[in-house]
């Protein structure tokens, strides 16, 4: 069955320092990746994205995920954090069956000063 | 940029009522999405729409339905509010394109008393 797994509910990072969320998926077929951001009070919104080629993929706000399909890995990284990065943060892989996007049960990221 | 708007933020409805959230989107997507959340659980699909009048269950539609009569808005409908319906409630969007990420409303939180 398809599945997406965050194993860090929740992590603390200093203002200034790098960050790394981790995601492991599985899925049966070549997936498609995704990783969204949901401040307090919002909906998500896309971060970035996978879907094929270069394994390094950019997003916006400075975050960049590596795909490594030997380790069924998607990690977010992102080499300083700043105050305005604490949110949640969601692995998704999909669509599955056409049309379903699966979610991982989500990151809390919390910057200290 | 799409706009996906879900018409109430906050919403505090007692056990056995009927419950409508609204959900508008302005981009002209094909497909529409309610979503759950709730902590720890990361987002779970409820019912989701790829075409006017037509509808699919998700994971967990028990105690929903939908309706889509216009390509534009999908309404999520609480037949009989209970208590475990407590949650935070997001719609999203998408062209319906294979690949294509979602966009998400900014959510409404519904607390049942």
Redesign the interface.
Known sequence: AQS?TQPD?HITVSEGASLELRCNYSYGATP?L?W?VQSP??????LL?Y?SGDTLVQGIKGFEAEFKRSQSSFNLRKPSVHWSDAAEY?CAVG?TG????I????TRLFVKA | DVKVTQSSRYLVKRTGEKVFLECVQDMDHENMFWYRQDPGLGLRLIYFSYDVKMKEKGDIPEGYSVSREKKERFSLILESASTNQTSMYLCASNPGTVNSPLHFGNGTRLTVT
């Open positions: 997406v509910i498609y995704f969204y009070g919002q909906g998500l919104q896309l994205k879907f969601f669509p056409g049309f379903k996007t979610f991982g049960a989500g």
